[in-house]
């Protein structure tokens, strides 16, 4: 056989060096972890599933307080979480007698989430805690794993604060909301499934806005003429009857 | 491969085109072969990841209807992932929306919305206003990932965005990119951090500490795969938005009533 020329011999050994060098490099220098995701290191992942864990989560509290759990869970208070007061205690679930969660009873710990402010969603339960039993701690009067107001609030502003900050300052003020709400009682249980309702005629508003109204204070108005004929629209449709323009 | 008898120099010492070209050919034959065995060796690391791999795409779901500004969330973030307690390092945070009659849009954030709300502005001067929780979205196409210059920022299987504080620089290239303004610089690791969506809870099946501690259940995690899970739930439900769709960032926070003026 021949030889094979100097050229390719030289070439080849530099190739076969070439591919033995990448080969060493794959297998034994880069780290596993750089090698199966390609650009970032798999063992950063297992960095961050190493991480100390501090809130325990609410399943694990009903195995040993159960009497909380049944009288929470069918409250006002069932979305809430055991350690949105109690505060972090997975080392209380893990070892109960070494940690102990907080349990507020301050009165400035309620409000946090109870004050009122207009950006909250209306039908949220707010109060303003200068006015609202001052000093009293609120666990006084409230059990907080079932929370609910002494009475039924006799006011609706109990709920919907921010219609009667509106109203208080309309010529509506002196009349009651279910002057024109017809509420069923069933409203105050469950107050997003059982609704108020509205008045559904025009000749509603006119028992005191249609001339010849026995209300003298009342701006009149034609009925029968104002707004088409009140067929198409609903007095309320264009007046805010919580705030209605004077003029 | 060698062992194909090549053809003799007819040129003497000296190289003639033709078998130029022919050890040329040669050469490529060799080059693909060694491709070839690290395309094998490149393989079986490929099966180990698959091991790795869930079919789970994990997400967030945001009601701002529900929030009541309490933040409970921003506390508990805090708590959980070891964030810096001064008021300016956050994972999550709330801003308060107040859209005056007159257009004007105020955002307030006072200490990640764990301050004090201002009390300042009439309400009568006031048209509406809300609560926005805001985090790492998560995108499906993440900024921070493209900008860094190590590698130090990755998309999990899951479709979760972490950092590897190993790796960060801490060059603060992904806290320029984020255009949601994700992420700080960790005062004492000097590496980036943001929001992992609690991967070390979520991974041994809790929920996010945020999500946990919501009291109205504003917050909704799950699984974007799950058709049975709460926040598919979620966004068969309610009408969607994200936080700057025109990015193309395809961000995974999910909120439902969203405002135009949140921006």
Known sequence: MKKLPDQIIRISIIFTALILFTIVIRVFIIPEDLKEKGIFRT???KQELAKEIHYAGSEICVDCHEEQYDAKHNGYHKELSCE????PSYE?????DDATPEAPRKRKFCPVCHTYNLSRPTGFPQINPFAHNPLEPCINCHEPHDPRPLETPKECAG??????TTLAVSPHVKLECITCHNTPEDHKINPRIVRPGKPTESKFCGKCHADGSSNREAPKIDISVHGENGEKYLCWQCHYPHLPEVD | MLAVPLSTPTGGRLMNRLNFVKLLSKSAIILVTGNFFST???GSSDTAAKAYTHMKRYALGIQIDKCIGCANCVKACKIENNVPRQPFYFRTWVERY????NDEVVVECKEGGAGKLSTELEEREILRSFFVPKLCNHCDNPPCAQVCPVGATFKTEEGIVLVD???CIGCSYCIQACPYGARYMHPEKKTADKCTLCYHRIKQGLLPACVEVCPTQARVF???ESNASPLTRLKRMKKIHVLKPELNTKPKVFYTDLDGEVK
């Open chain 2, 40 to 42: 094998v060796l490149k």
């Open chain 2, 222 to 224: 799950g699984d974007l």
């Open chain 2, 98 to 101: 107040i859209i005056k009659k």
């Open chain 2, 165 to 167: 504080d190993d790796r």
């Open chain 1, 92 to 96: 209380h679930s893990e070892e109960p």
């Open chain 1, 84 to 87: 949105v007061c109690h505060g």
């Open chain 1, 43 to 45: 063992s950063a992942i």
């Open chain 1, 159 to 164: 709920c919907h604060r921010s219609i009667a």
